[in-house]
């Protein structure tokens, strides 16, 4: 396509519209009037040390508000304060010593417990494998006795 045939796009053909803005007065405002202003503060120079000279205008200094003082927190008030954490740090230390002791408990138990199922399951080994077969060493114990622990037979 070429500049003659091309279509205008629509910001080509819109209206432009100018707005100028007018300015316009309150009704409760008065005209601006120019006005010197009625106590022009006096220039002052101060020389320094050095022979350079500073002029400037003379600034009372801002005071600051007093401070109003706090009043002191009482000893009552911070022993009751430092008692509550106190006291909540030993009950917070015996929960968790309560907790540490319970825990032990039923480690010691579960040892216990497993320890008796072992020696449980090695008595019933040796009980029913020496009703099995009879092999092995018989003693006779009166002879042992007889004969001072020699075991002659």
Request: proline share 9%; glycine share 8%.
């Amino acid at each position: 396509m070429n500049e003659h045939t091309r279509l205008p796009t629509a910001y080509e053909t819109a209206a432009l519209d100018v707005h100028h803005p007018t300015p316009t007065t309150p009704a409760h405002m008065a005209p601006l009037v120019p006005m010197q202003p009625g106590d022009i503060p006096t220039v002052a120079s101060v020389v320094l040390p050095d022979g350079r000279v500073v002029t400037g205008y003379a600034i009372t200094p801002v005071h600051p508000e007093p401070v109003t003082h706090k009043p002191p927190v009482s000893r009552a008030a911070v022993n009751i304060a430092l008692g509550g954490i106190g006291f909540a740090a030993v009950c917070g230390g015996l929960f968790l010593l309560t907790a540490l002791i319970t825990a032990l408990t039923a480690l010691i138990t579960q040892l216990v417990i497993l320890a008796a199922v072992i020696f449980g399951g090695w008595v019933a080994v040796q009980v029913f494998s020496a009703s099995g077969h009879k092999g092995g060493t018989t003693v006779n114990i009166r002879k042992a006795v007889i004969k001072r622990n020699h075991f002659h037979s």
